[in-house]
């Protein structure tokens, strides 16, 4: 309703011979501005942590899944870890930490699963240096030992 009277005072003072015309219009087309733009929704929230997780999937698939610390996807995204985990927190109820150990899990799943690689070689494959560590986190993280995960699946 207000956008549809400011267009009719807008017609009205451009049909007219007043004096001070001009400004009256440019400050007419301010408030108009300033209605539409209040009809706009504003992007959520989560826009921008919806497009910091892509960048940061995006990292995490370059550095092959590897189990890395926080920091080092924060440097790479020319971003603060804060801002990191705040968006992990808001698109996936998980801290940064937990974010990249599900990121890396889910891929050690994947090889477990569909690759015919060794168990030591997944690990490597992960950037683990010891696949006893390898064993352990998995372990730790999905209940079940890497070997035994792979039987079952």
Do not use: W
């Amino acid at each position: 309703m207000m956008i549809h009277n400011t267009f009719k005072a807008l017609e009205d003072e451009y049909h007219t011979s007043l004096s001070f015309k001009e400004h009256t219009i440019n400050s007419l087309l301010q408030i108009l501005l300033v209605y539409i733009q209040r009809c706009v929704p504003s992007a959520p929230a989560s826009q921008a942590s919806q497009t910091l997780i892509a960048k940061l999937n995006e990292a995490i698939a370059h550095n092959h899944y590897a189990l890395a610390k926080p920091t080092f996807y924060a440097k790479k995204l020319n971003t603060s870890v804060r801002l990191l985990n705040k968006a992990t927190s808001e698109v996936a109820d998980q801290s940064l930490g937990q974010y990249i150990r599900n990121q890396t899990l889910q891929e050690a799943k994947r090889l477990l699963s569909f690759e015919t690689m060794t168990c030591n070689e997944v690990a490597y494959c992960l950037g683990f240096s010891d696949p006893a560590y390898f064993s352990r986190f998995f372990k730790r993280e999905v209940g079940v030992a890497p070997k035994i995960f792979r039987n079952g699946s």
